[in-house]
């Protein structure tokens, strides 16, 4: 998605208030959507890659999630196919699965609503250039090695963090 890509801008319970030029929304520090996706391959690892230097938000730093903003009008749930196949560079993904939605805000003007979903990718990654600079596969247990070895987006960090509490949350509920 471009600069002059226009988004919807939504407010604090993330109903649209407007629309803006994605560059223009960045600039000013509107609050917009944004939805991330934990990609797994067949072995249930998570891809993991580093951004290109040329992104317009954490160039350079690691995410554990595919994904970026939500156009004007479109669904979370469309936007998340859409990044996810685009990024990974494959076609014919599965739906992702939504697991659960946040209000990602720096303090600093960066704010948007994070959709955070999951999906299986088993077919052969064609990573796209523009984004991804490096890409790789990573078990869970080398995923949380690395967290403290490569600089993160926060964005992606917050909503990992999340889906790790989420889960944890689940599985003590079945279990208790």
Same mark, same amino acid.
């Given at each position: #998605?471009?600069?002059?890509?226009?988004?919807?801008?939504?407010?604090?319970?993330?109903?649209?208030?407007?629309?803006?030029?994605?560059?223009?929304?960045?600039?000013? @520090?509107? !609050?917009?959507?944004? %939805?991330?996706?934990?990609?797994?391959?067949?072995? *249930?690892?998570?891809?993991?890659?580093?951004? /290109?230097? /040329?992104?317009?938000?954490?160039?350079?730093?690691?995410? #554990?999630?595919? *994904? @970026? $903003? $939500?156009? %004007?009008?479109?669904?979370?749930?469309?936007?998340?196919? !859409?990044?996810?196949?685009?990024?990974? @560079?494959?076609? *014919?993904?599965?739906?992702?699965?939504?697991?659960? /939605?946040?209000?990602?805000?720096? *303090?600093?003007? !960066?704010?948007?609503?994070? %959709?955070?979903?999951?999906?299986?990718?088993? !077919?052969?990654?064609?990573? =796209?250039?523009?984004?991804?600079?490096?890409?790789?596969?990573?078990?869970?247990?080398?995923?949380?090695?690395?967290?403290?070895?490569?600089?993160? /987006?926060?964005?992606?960090?917050?909503?990992? =963090?999340?889906?790790? %509490?989420?889960?944890?949350?689940?599985?003590?509920?079945?279990?208790?």
């Amino acid at each position: #998605m471009s600069a002059e890509e226009i988004i919807d801008i939504v407010d604090e319970n993330d109903r649209v208030v407007g629309r803006s030029p994605r560059g223009e929304a960045y600039a000013r @520090g509107l !609050r917009h959507r944004c %939805a991330f996706v934990l990609a797994r391959d067949a072995e *249930g690892r998570i891809f993991v890659h580093r951004r /290109t230097a /040329t992104k317009q938000v954490f160039p350079s730093l690691y995410d #554990m999630f595919v *994904g @970026g $903003v $939500v156009g %004007a009008g479109e669904s979370y749930d469309e936007a998340a196919l !859409r990044e996810a196949e685009e990024e990974l @560079g494959v076609s *014919g993904l599965p739906r992702p699965e939504h697991v659960l /939605t946040f209000l990602y805000d720096d *303090g600093a003007g !960066r704010s948007w609503w994070s %959709a955070v979903y999951e999906v299986r990718c088993e !077919r052969p990654v064609r990573p =796209q250039a523009e984004e991804v600079a490096w890409g790789d596969f990573l078990s869970e247990a080398e995923l949380e090695r690395r967290l403290g070895e490569w600089e993160w /987006t926060p964005d992606g960090l917050a909503a990992y =963090q999340r889906l790790k %509490a989420y889960r944890a949350e689940r599985s003590g509920r079945v279990e208790g």
